[in-house]
């Protein structure tokens, strides 16, 4: 195939290009499907380069290996029948699997979802949760090992890789020009991770690109020579990407070739025009999974409907995950153009009672018309605006956008960005798209596609002209190695600068903040903002807060702009622990900060101190994305209050007076507390966390004076504890937390029964700051303690329990494990003056929405099912005897056991729910709690001082 006419060598071409790497590469790390296209640029005539696909070897079966042009985007792990009746070992494999990626593990995992890891890619943008834990498959088996979305991803580019290096080991995947794609509104945490699975499954060297420029550089492919015949001078051209997981809208300008920028313009004269991109949308969690969810919500509802007033209502979870892959079937079949008039969808029954049975429903046409165009593609005013709040699927765990209207979401885009990258001079530019690209597994359908098409032309009385694009299940691939062939000087270019943003806040009231990257920016470009005078702390993290935009693309670096949250989102922070040359170099020094665009995408920022070269590389505090902190800009905690630095200096010296060596005996540890409440003038329970994070650092500056007497160090754990709880909230947090462990952990002065104590107390009280490894160290201590029944003072087994119970990362089997050592304790007469704790720490154990931890520790539904009934058979055999403080705490751990999340797999029963609502209203429990039982919804403050087992500082909630 020759398309010399057509790939023109641009000015910036390569000259090395002889020694480049013998193959061009293109991955295409989809959310359902894998796939690698290539560019053998072998041989001394250049102009005859093309794109060709890579046949993956992979499990289809068990015994059964085929080669396929896609890998699906699914990892799987063998049951132990499974295990022993096949190996899944390939060919490049050096010894036996019971694990697989791909077609395999896509269909076996429909026989056994908790088993099966689906959607990384969506986690790997989730903001709600440490994309580095290992935490999938989501509500999978106990018996499965589990991945995170990094490792995952990884599993799938690994197995790309260990394929190609098969078939070619002499040009080995690693060593070749990669390009990997992502969704273009992935966040700078995204791209990064993506980097990091593409190392962690060996490929070192790569450059990243958005899906749907390699969309469009898919069908310049596809057009061959005739490229040129189908845009003119002026055109919008529309990208809409819908795939597996997410929506991408991209716009790229048609400019003609006498205007446009130096880097993009051909040397071919034929090349009559160039391609801008100049917008790109808001990144949503929503494609084909969320049609499949309201497929199968649907179906459910049909199916149930069908049943007698006695039946359930709702499936359970594992005839649910089956009506999920069964819908995905059901949605491609009666999207298709040679559809039937109707599907029949069979699930196998399961247990007994009215779903012992296998069960059928049967959709027709119209149906599916309904859920699918209606619910997803509905007809909207082009001054219509998506919706916002929290989305009603809550099936996978995924934020999925609150509006799930897809065309809702364009209009609110083309309102936006249809003026985006007009030159003034430019006469000809359209506002409205005139050509559109559709790509995305979703986008296949004729059916979807019009009614896109139809919505543009009822918003600007003009029908746009669809691109015919290439298989659209390989085009992003082909556009990538397309790509990778532009980036050695061949091929048409896409101009697209960064096309966001980035800023650092320097000032909070009014916020503003500093342009460290314009939106125009290119790959390789280096930033420097100097403009501004920045101090910073040695010998303590800093955090340096970051926004992006990608509709201020106009605002130029180091210009101060005021922070605006309607056209600027917040990243994590960018956090560092800044330490000088010097041991206990404590100053303050003058800064620059410069920021770079780098070659793969990515963006890199240096803190530089002016009067050396001493630089600091800042990086994207995942960790304060959690569901623990994720206002991680101006959490809670800081908009609590701040206090005048002049009470901070007295409530200093009121602790030095106890803990400085030279002031030794002036208060007495006993009296700090009540000091500390003089100067400060509020009782304890009102202090501001941003006072309380002051007096815990001078608490670590005097540190060494705890150990002069075990009175001290009592006195000096209670409040380093309370002054750090609950762990977070506060703007490096995790730090002090880190700090907390390195000081306290197995380095205790005296061996009291009061130092222990408080030790327990401490890490009790900011458990939820705790990594899984430290959770996990202090429960393996205290397993043999509570759960083999050693004896241990009453107070000490008190807070022990209390502490296990806060430790919300630890493995579900030990929560197990201790939950029902609590349980058998209750039956212990000697254990009744501990009756409170036990009912509370089973709640804390069982709770259905954790305080701190992520959702994958939940422990299953059944054995909280079993938690309550084992509770309200406690309750009622002892009603009679029942201490009011151990009824009360019944009543809250009920409510944690019992609280509903929207989430069938984490949810009680409907039946199991009414028997604690029964429970709750016969002992006179608050309507609230009733209503957490049935509706869900949040705890009030005082609720969640319960549930934390104290009050909480001014300012933050729980997220339970």
Known sequence: MNKDANRATHADADDSVNESPRYAVGIDLGTTNCALAFVDNEGDDASSWQVDDFSVPQWVDFGVRESRLTLPSFHYQCTDAERSGASLQMAWDTATTDRCVGTLARTAGQRHPGRRIQSAKSWLSHDGVDRSAAFLPWHGDPT??????????????????????????????????????????????????????????????????????????GWIDREGGDWHESVRPGDLVLVCDVGGGTTDLTLIRVKPASTASSESAGSDATQTVQFHRVAVGNHLILGGDNLDLAIAKFAEQKLLQGMSDAGPDELSPSQWDRLIGASRTAKEIMLADDRPVEYTIHLPGEGSGLLSGGLQVTLSDEEIDRVVLDGFFPVVDFADKPQTGASGFQEFGLPYAADAAITRHLAAFLNEHRHSGIDDDDETAQTHPTLVLFNGGVMSSSRLQDRIVDSIQRWFDHTPKVLTPARLDLAVARGAAYYAMVRRGKGVRIAANLGRSYYLQVEQDPPAGLVLIPGSAQPGQIFTAD???????????????????????????????????????????????????????????????????????????????????????????????????????????????????????????????????????????????????????????????????????SLMDLESGRRTDATREARWLNLAGYCLRPGYGVAVDDWRVAETWRRVHGKIAFPAAASRLETLILWRRIAGGLTSAQQNQLSNTWQSILVGKTNVPANEAIEAWRLIASLEQIAVDQKIRFGNAAVADLQRPKRAAQHPTLVWSIGRLGSRRPVAGVMSSIVPRRQAEIWCDDLIRFGRSNSETLAPETGTMLQLALVQLARRTGDRFVDLSQSDRDQVTSYLRQNCASEHYVQLVQSGGDLASEEQDAVFGESLPLGIRLNG
């Open 144 to 217: 499965a090992d589990r991945l995170s979305p990094v490792e995952a991803s990884a599993a799938y580019l690994r197995h790309l890789r260990s394929a190609w290096d098969h078939a070619h080991p002499d040009h080995l995947l690693g060593e070749q020009d990669v390009v990997v794609t992502l969704p273009a509104s992935f966040d700078e945490v995204a791209r990064e991770l993506t980097v990091q699975a593409a190392k962690q499954a060996g490929l070192p060297r790569l450059h990243l690109l958005e899906e749907p420029q390699a969309a469009f550089y």
């Open 531 to 697: 403009s501004q005078p920045l101090t910073m702390q040695l010998g303590t993290p800093v955090q340096f807060p970051v926004w992006v935009s990608s509709t201020r693309l106009a605002d130029q670096a180091d210009q101060v702009v005021s922070i605006d949250n309607q056209s600027m989102s917040a990243l994590p922070p960018v956090r560092t622990a800044v330490k000088g040359r010097r041991r206990n170099d404590d100053r303050a020094v003058a800064v620059r900060l410069e920021a770079e665009l780098s070659e793969i995408g990515t963006v890199a920022i240096h803190c530089v101190q002016v009067d050396s070269r001493q630089r600091w590389k800042l990086d994207f505090d995942i960790r304060s994305t959690l569901e623990t902190d994720r206002e991680a800009h101006q959490s809670s905690g800081e908009a609590a209050g701040i206090v005048d630095q002049a009470v901070v200096q007295q409530a200093s010296e009121c602790i030095a007076s106890v803990f400085d060596s030279e002031q030794t005996g002036t208060l007495k540890p006993g009296k700090l507390v009540k000091e500390l409440q003089r100067v400060i003038g509020e009782h304890r329970s009102s202090w501001p966390p941003s006072l309380l994070r002051e007096l815990w650092q």
